[in-house]
Nanobody, 124 residues
């Protein structure tokens, strides 16, 4: 059983920055990838960014490319999401997820473990 614990998020003004963190614990077997998804009210959960642990490959949704940066903490199984130049459209609940696939997947169904979600609100 894998547990994902998220932290960060909150309220920011448009153009501002926030940082999300996610730490994984439990039985984690390589290869795997960790990613972030988000879900706004009335919308489906959508892919934001992900990173593969073995090859450190990164992938971003077009909507956040150039503004968000995903990174991993090599000391522990954790990922961070630095969000810059925030827009009101970024307002959503952000979820950390872990996939046992060795490559980045954008479909939420490919991820087996999920965090509880953290709210990000961007005011214009």
């Amino acid at each position: 059983q894998v547990q994902l614990d998220e932290s960060g998020g909150g309220l920011a003004q448009a153009g501002g920055s926030l940082r999300l963190s996610c730490a994984a614990s439990g039985r984690i077997v390589s290869p795997y990838a960790m990613g972030w998804f988000r879900q706004a009210p009335g919308k489906e959960r959508e892919f934001v960014a992900a990173i593969t642990w073995s090859r450190n490959k990164l992938y971003y949704a077009d909507s956040v490319k150039g503004r968000f940066a995903i990174s991993r903490d090599n000391a522990k199984t954790a990922v961070n999401l630095q969000m810059n130049s925030l827009k009101s459209d970024d307002t959503a609940v952000y979820y950390c997820a872990l996939s046992r696939l060795g490559y980045v997947a954008v479909d939420p169904a490919e991820y087996e473990s999920w965090g509880q979600g953290t709210q990000v609100t961007v005011s214009s």
